[in-house]
């Protein structure tokens, strides 16, 4: 059953179009990511779901429900970390907590999420003196203390560590565990990979592809690179120079280190060559295709361009 339908919503700004006719739909309890560079119009594409922001054409339902008619209702039942939150400098971790569960009707004991997310310790600790980590904790806990069934959570991880952004990625697992429907927004790759069921590539205001960061990967064109060394005594150089085999795009040489980019099953047709020709070469490796690789055949940039 899809908890958000959005359908061709499009935004401007005086000259600058944020979106243009964005459609996704989001299932329940399942981890939608929305993913592209800055300025892609991914915050833009969430605040109109989440009711902060008015499309100026296309439609919105979230639960059911229009988030700008009927925003009251909707916010007991969806929690929002955004993208640049802050809080008081001076506010104890409780008293954040005490103070947005008094913000519905229905919040969850404060006091269990101070254990959940690995807070107790920190309950009287004043917000400046969080480290990056525990900040994102805490705005973790802050989105779910309403007992939400969607929750948003935009550029989770910028900025932290690998290690606290690794634990932040175990925490959206427990959230997605405990039954709530994720929407993450990231331009980190790697973390669309980790945590999404399906995502949303942005560019330049639009939805470029949808699908799920496998199928994102595999649907694209996107170079992948084999490398392997001659072994010494072995002929220099095959006798049909490997450019020539189908999908092979480019060939390099630095001494004995050969590395080959290519599409499609040319490794495989490298590989079988190399063998006819009867060129011995060792450490041989082929690079598995990622996300930013999809991402840069998709969009001609880098995912932090």
């Known amino acids: 059953m899809a908890v958000i339908e959005v359908q061709e919503i499009s935004k401007r700004y005086g000259d600058q179009t944020a979106l ?20 892609a119009g991914k915050t833009t594409a969430v605040e109109c779901v989440e009711g902060l922001r008015r499309p100026d054409s296309g439609a919105v339902r979230v639960l059911g429900s229009d988030p700008l008619r009927q925003g009251s209702k909707l916010r007991e039942h969806i929690g929002v970390q955004l993208q640049n939150t802050q809080l008081p400098e001076n506010i104890k971790v409780w008293e954040a907590l005490d103070l947005y569960a008094s913000f ?8 269990e999420l101070l254990e959940r997310w690995g807070l107790a310790d920190k309950r009287g600790a004043r917000f400046a003196k969080l480290s990056g980590g525990q900040k994102q904790r805490l705005f973790i806990a802050l989105a779910l203390v309403g007992n939400p069934k969607v929750a948003f959570l935009d550029e989770l991880t910028t900025g932290l560590d690998p290690q606290a952004r690794q634990t932040t990625w175990d925490l959206v697992k427990r959230v997605r565990a405990e039954g709530v429907t994720v929407i993450l927004v990231s331009h980190f790759m790697d973390e669309v990979e980790e945590l999404c069921d399906r995502a949303a590539v ?67 047709l490298v590989t079988a060559h190399l063998a006819r020709e009867r060129v011995l070469v060792r450490d041989l490796r082929v690079d598995k295709r990622t996300l930013d690789d999809a991402f840069i055949a998709l969009t001609g940039r880098s995912s932090d361009a």
Not at 20 to 39: A, C, K, T
Not at 223 to 230: A, C, N, P, T
Not at 233 to 261: I, Y
């Open 20 to 39: 243009r006719r964005v459609s996704f739909s989001v299932e329940e309890g399942e981890v939608f990511g929305i993913l592209g560079p800055n300025g």
């Open 104 to 111: 519905y009707a229905r919040p969850r004991d404060w006091r």
């Open 202 to 268: 942005l560019d330049k205001g639009a939805v470029v592809a949808l699908d799920t960061p496998q199928g994102l990967i595999e649907g694209t064109d996107a170079e992948y690179r084999m490398s392997f060394r001659l072994v010494n005594g072995s002929a220099a150089e095959p006798s049909l120079p490997l450019e020539s085999l189908d999908g092979v795009t480019s060939v390099s040489r630095t001494g004995d280190l050969v590395v080959v980019a290519g599409r499609g099953d040319f490794a495989a």
